[in-house]
């Protein structure tokens, strides 16, 4: 409840959306990951493509999963602009891996362009709470 009541506090953008959308996008979003990352890892793994292809996915995963425990545990919108810029970055390098290094999973890129397109908002809105709070 604590948390909610910070979150609630901070200043945001009239068009941040509500609060309960968060959880539905995320919920597809990650059966998306689940499926695409899966992919690459278990090709990665088979060595039918090489490590380097899976690196940036296993970085995405790392920044994506440290977003909430940053943004609302420590309550530090700074660090959490910069994980979710990292979560962009490594993103949109895992596409280009796999569009340039692995063309038979370019339904990978295809895949997760709802997560490229999430993701984008969700750095404009981190960075523009950020700029808001500070």
Request: charged share 5%; proline share 7%.
């Given at each position: 409840?604590?948390?909610?009541?910070?979150?609630?506090?901070?200043?945001?953008?009239?068009?941040?959306?509500?609060?309960?959308?968060?959880?539905?996008?995320w919920t597809?979003?990650?059966?998306?990951?689940?499926?695409?990352?899966?992919?690459?890892?278990?090709?990665?793994?088979?060595?039918?493509?090489?490590?380097?292809?899976?690196?940036?996915?296993?970085?995405?995963?790392?920044?994506?999963?440290?977003?909430?425990?940053?943004?609302?545990?420590?309550?530090?919108?700074?660090?959490?602009?910069?994980?979710?810029?990292?979560?962009?970055g490594t993103?949109?390098?895992?596409?280009?891996?796999?569009?340039?290094?692995?063309?038979?999973?370019?339904?990978?890129?295809?895949?997760?362009?709802?997560?490229?397109?999430?993701?984008?908002?969700?750095?404009?809105?981190?960075?523009?709470?950020?700029?808001?709070?500070?």
């Amino acid at each position: 409840m604590n948390t909610y009541n910070w979150y609630s506090q901070l200043i945001k953008p009239t068009w941040s959306p509500p609060a309960w959308l968060f959880g539905p996008v995320w919920t597809v979003l990650y059966v998306i990951i689940a499926a695409s990352f899966g992919t690459v890892f278990y090709k990665a793994f088979t060595k039918e493509i090489p490590w380097i292809v899976a690196l940036p996915f296993a970085l995405n995963l790392v920044f994506n999963f440290a977003f909430t425990p940053i943004q609302f545990g420590l309550k530090n919108n700074l660090l959490a602009s910069i994980d979710i810029l990292l979560v962009l970055g490594t993103l949109i390098w895992a596409l280009y891996m796999v569009w340039n290094n692995a063309p038979e999973l370019r339904w990978v890129v295809y895949a997760n362009i709802p997560y490229l397109l999430w993701v984008t908002f969700a750095t404009c809105l981190q960075l523009t709470i950020t700029y808001l709070n500070k």
